[in-house]
Nanobody, 126 residues
């Protein structure tokens, strides 16, 4: 599976961006798809995730109510709509996928994901 993230850029605080992640290669009937981010000097952290057989979308508390994870009709594209952006949202954003339905306790750990996109940089100015 190859993942290609795009849509990052520079935006003022309070603004919006929509990130896209295009997937190619094998598709899996059982999967976990996530968005993560990594700010300068910090560890990669969980942002949002969906998984097969689960109607819920899980978000980090820091983005809940502002970010929305969605999937395109073709199901090989996923999006992260980011509203009310804050300077602390500045980071490189990565899409990731694991070819199994991860258990709940494993969803937020980047080390559990097998496939990663190259990242797209988001900078929020104050």
């Amino acid at each position: 599976v190859q993942l290609q993230a795009s849509g990052g850029g520079l935006v003022q605080a309070g603004g919006s961006l929509r990130l896209s992640c295009a997937a190619s290669g094998r598709t899996f009937s059982s999967y976990t798809m996530g968005w993560f981010r990594q700010a300068p000097g910090k560890e990669r952290e969980f942002v949002a995730v969906v998984r097969s057989g689960d109607t819920n979308t899980y978000y980090a508390d820091s983005v809940k109510g502002r970010f929305t994870f969605s999937r395109g009709n073709a199901k090989n594209t996923r999006y992260l709509q980011m509203n009310s952006l804050k300077p602390e949202d500045t980071a490189v954003y990565y899409c990731a996928e694991h070819p199994r339905r991860l258990i709940s306790s494993a969803l937020r750990s980047p080390g559990n994901y097998e496939f990663w996109g190259q990242g797209t940089k988001v900078t929020v100015s104050s």
